[in-house]
């Protein structure tokens, strides 16, 4: 019956909607929940509803302090009416808690209720629309979550939303508290190290290094009684001084451990949406999401440094195959690949006699899909890695002693020098070839070129300019990294140079100085490291100075 409700619109083809707009400001939210007023929740449906034409916004509903396992509520009551009258034909709530955080009855809503009325359902920061829901889709999903999260990132994936929000109404951004973080007692826009649950961040990313799975470092964690994030926090507001009070129920979890690897509050950044975008459509901000936030660096104050953060990064993008029992990731698992067909190389075990033997063989050789075994034994290659990394660490270490005794800021401004008029030229060279280029077509309306001269012409000129202002743009990138390191101390020379008394392969030292490592039939294998563009970059910088500062005499000796 309500079909008859939904009219297609002759403009867009698409079919229209007529609105209610549900708000409901809760007591469970407590008081710091500001951005779930009404006044917010109302003016996100609003700017949604501006970027979607076809839906008009015909009514309003809220209910105030009534909580969301109670459907009862009289807003809620009208909501119902104007859907069973026919006056409306489509829900919009900011996020499914709005609706109601009791997950049978929520559910009854969304699986039976409005489907069987033909009622759309949109939750905007739970990109829930029942319109693209499939058959099988399980829309509840987010409302599983609300209940099982109070976890961090889940958090600020809500909050990200509202400063979004915030921003395009020029509002004041705040920082949100992470696990690891609380808010400062005097300033709550402020965060400030946790002490206690920081520590346990740090323990998380050292175990990460060391090889251990996400569920290898949660059940240690659990072992140690040490608690959950939800739980933490939810200790904390009893005013338990501390956080070891036994694992609950629930306990650590693998994508607990994952979300707090991957979280960049940890290294002091806030992720920020761009300012100042114009035309800011929500339609645009959903479909280009991370593009639109930047990030604001040293925000507060870092629990993990950068160089063990990217470290970790660099781990989790390997394939982390786990060793049974131990849990714990070979040294060079997922962090070599196949020459031939560039698929990763993996373990495999044969026992002659009572001797078991470990190689590396490529995969697609493995699994029988051809390409040639590539075989390697797992001692000898770790034994090779260990020895380039030795070298690696070598030449750091001679570095940074360079770097020590001259004025490395000095020496850098010698180089941003150099880089200022290299680029000067190609900014010469490109403004030359643009005159030209204008030249050309006066030539050619005054009938001194033919018009297919003129195109090649203009096609070359055109390829010339190009060249030259990718040159220029590399350069002015590499001049800002030039300032940039003149700013911080080198500080991955610094780590790098930490592990000069090394012996023994381990991830954590694999993952800090490899980057790949491909493996060629002949056995051989060809290692690139991290940070060999920054090596490159200073033995750039170190070499012409020390031409220029060191007897000149040195270098043609041997002439
Ligand atoms: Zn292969």
């Not at 939303?161 to 400062?184: P, V």
């Not at 451990?257 to 002091?268: E, Q």
């Not at 850098?412 to 643009?434: F, G, T, Y």
Request: hydrophobic letters at 35%; one cysteine or more; glycine letters at 6%.
């Amino acid at each position: 019956m309500l079909e008859g409700h939904k009219s297609r619109s002759p403009r867009t083809g698409e079919d229209s909607y007529e609105a209610i707009a549900y708000y409901r400001l809760s007591r469970d939210d407590g008081k710091e929940h500001e951005s779930d007023s009404i006044a917010n929740q109302r003016s996100l449906i609003r700017e949604y509803v501006k970027a979607h034409p076809n839906i008009r916004l015909t009514e309003e509903a809220f209910d105030d302090g009534y909580t969301g396992t109670n459907y009862d509520r009289p807003g809620f009551q009208r909501v119902m009416e104007a859907v069973n009258s026919g006056r409306v034909n489509c829900v919009i709530v900011k996020d499914l808690s709005r609706l109601g955080r009791e997950y049978v009855e929520t559910g009854k809503y969304l699986e039976m209720i409005f489907p069987s009325m033909g009622i759309r359902f949109i939750a905007i920061n739970d990109d829930v629309d029942s319109i693209n829901a499939r058959p099988g889709d399980d829309i509840l999903v987010p409302v599983k979550n609300i209940m099982n999260e109070t976890y961090c990132r889940e958090l600020s994936k809500k909050l990200r939303k509202q400063f979004r929000l915030q921003r395009s109404q020029g509002e004041y951004l705040g920082a949100f508290a992470c696990y690891g973080y609380k808010k400062h007692p005097d300033d709550k826009h402020k965060l400030i190290i946790d002490e206690y649950a920081a520590e346990v961040v740090r323990n998380i990313f050292a175990l990460k290094l060391k090889g251990f799975s996400d569920q290898a470092i949660a059940e240690h964690l659990n072992r140690e009684g040490i608690l959950p994030p939800s739980e933490y926090k939810r200790s904390l507001g009893l005013n338990y001084k501390s956080g070891l009070k036994g694992a609950d129920k629930s306990g650590w979890r693998a994508f607990t451990i994952r979300g707090i690897l991957t979280n960049p509050v940890y290294i002091g950044v806030l992720i920020q949406g761009k300012r100042g975008t114009p035309n800011y459509k929500i339609r645009q901000m959903r479909v280009r999401e991370e593009e639109l936030w930047s990030v604001v660096k040293d925000n507060h104050e870092a629990i993990i440094d950068t160089f063990t953060f990217y470290a970790v990064k660099k781990a989790l993008s390997v394939d982390t195959r786990v060793t049974a029992n131990t849990g714990i990731v070979d040294p060079l698992s997922g962090m070599m690949v196949c020459a031939d067909c560039g698929r990763s190389m993996v373990k495999r075990s044969v026992t002659r006699g009572k001797k078991k033997f470990s190689y590396y063989v490529c995969h697609t050789y493995k699994k029988g899909g051809g390409c040639t075994s590539h075989s390697i034994p797992v001692e000898k290659t770790e034994a090779a890695v260990m020895r380039a990394i030795r070298n690696q660490i070598e030449v750091v270490i001679e570095m940074k002693q360079l770097l020590e005794e001259m004025d490395h800021k000095e020496v850098l401004s010698v180089k941003l020098k150099r880089m200022e008029l290299l680029l000067a030229e190609k900014n010469r060279e490109i403004d030359r070839q643009k005159n030209f280029r204008m030249k050309l077509y006066e030539a050619l309306e005054e009938g001194l070129i033919e018009k297919d001269e003129y195109e090649e012409m203009r096609k070359k000129a055109a390829a010339v300019i190009e060249t030259a202002e990718a040159a220029a743009a590399r350069l002015e990138k590499e001049r800002a990294d030039v300032i940039a390191d003149s700013k911080g101390k080198l500080l991955w020379i610094e780590q790098l140079a930490a592990h000069q008394a090394s012996v023994k392969l381990t991830r954590e030292l694999v993952m800090t100085f490899i980057d790949r490592i491909t493996v060629f039939e002949d056995k051989t294998i060809h290692i690139e490291f991290n940070y060999r563009d920054e090596l490159y970059r200073y033995q750039e910088i170190l070499r012409p100075i020390h031409q220029e500062a060191g007897p000149p005499w040195h270098e043609k000796a041997d002439l």
